[in-house]
């Protein structure tokens, strides 16, 4: 198993950036590959992006491809996602997500979450 907590949610205005965190515990983080889901107020949880566990192919949600990007750094036990040009419908609580083997899209495959952080952005 793998426990997920995240960190660097905050409130930023329209146009600015933010990094999100994603710490895991356990030896094994290098074996998972990663994501990040996001669910705004009243609306179903969305896919935001992924990425192998060896970090060299990742996967965005085609609206935020060019302003997100994640990465991780396995020496950490960490993943981040980096967020520019933040717009006011990118506010949600922002999920980080591990699964062993590769990723998918579909958010309902991924086994593990942590509790999220909440990103707000005012306009």
């Known amino acids: 198993q793998v426990q997920l907590v995240e960190s660097g949610g905050g409130l930023v205005q329209a146009g600015g950036s933010l990094r999100l965190s994603c710490a895991a515990s356990g030896r094994t983080f290098s074996t998972y590959a990663m994501g990040w889901v996001r669910q705004a107020p009243g609306k179903e949880r969305e896919f935001v992006a992924a990425?192998?566990?060896?970090?060299?192919?990742?996967s965005y949600a085609d609206s935020l491809k060019g302003r997100f990007t994640i990465s991780r750094d396995n020496a950490k036990n960490t993943m981040y996602l980096q967020m520019n040009s933040l717009k006011p419908e990118d506010t949600a609580v922002y999920h980080c997500?591990?699964?062993?083997?590769?990723?998918?899209?579909?958010?309902?495959?991924?086994?593990?979450w942590g509790q999220g952080t909440q990103v707000t952005v005012s306009s």
């Open positions: 997500a591990a699964r062993s083997g590769t990723y998918y899209k579909d958010w309902s495959l991924w086994d593990y």
């Open positions: 990425i192998r566990m060896s970090g060299r192919s990742t």
